[in-house]
């Protein structure tokens, strides 16, 4: 069975730092674009990062500089290193998997979802 599992979501004070980890069982994730895509209540899900099978990295506007996607092929996951966390950041994230390693929707399977909340 294909699936995806995030973790590393919790509460934490403005200004501080998260580590969210999505791991993938059934399937290696080398090969397909991961995107973490974020929903916040009452607005609509946004991708926050992705990176492609070659490595290639884009970020939304508003993260950029302070959240870095990487990948651990070892461990079969890819991590999403948030910084600066500001309460707008406040959501539901999610990392979705994408088949042909492009990052270009639509993506094929998702998680579940890990809530982060930053609020002092």
């Known amino acids: 069975q294909l699936q995806l599992v995030e973790s590393g979501g919790g509460l934490v004070q403005p200004g501080g730092s998260l580590r969210l980890s999505c791991a993938a069982s059934?399937?290696?994730?080398?090969?397909?674009?991961i995107g973490w895509f974020r929903q916040a209540p009452g607005k609509e899900r946004e991708r926050v990062s992705c990176?492609?099978?070659?490595?290639?990295?884009l970020y939304a506007d508003s993260v950029k500089g302070r959240f870095t996607i990487s990948r651990d092929n070892a461990k079969n996951t890819v991590d999403l290193q948030m910084n600066s966390l500001k309460p707008e950041d406040t959501a539901v994230y999610y990392c979705?998997?994408?088949?042909?390693?492009?990052?270009?929707?639509?993506?094929?399977?998702w998680g579940q979802g890990t809530q982060v909340t930053v609020s002092s």
């Open positions: 979705a998997a994408e088949r042909f390693g492009l990052c270009v929707p639509p993506y094929d399977y």
């Open positions: 059934g399937f290696t994730l080398d090969s397909y674009c």
């Open positions: 990176i492609s099978s070659s490595g290639s990295t």
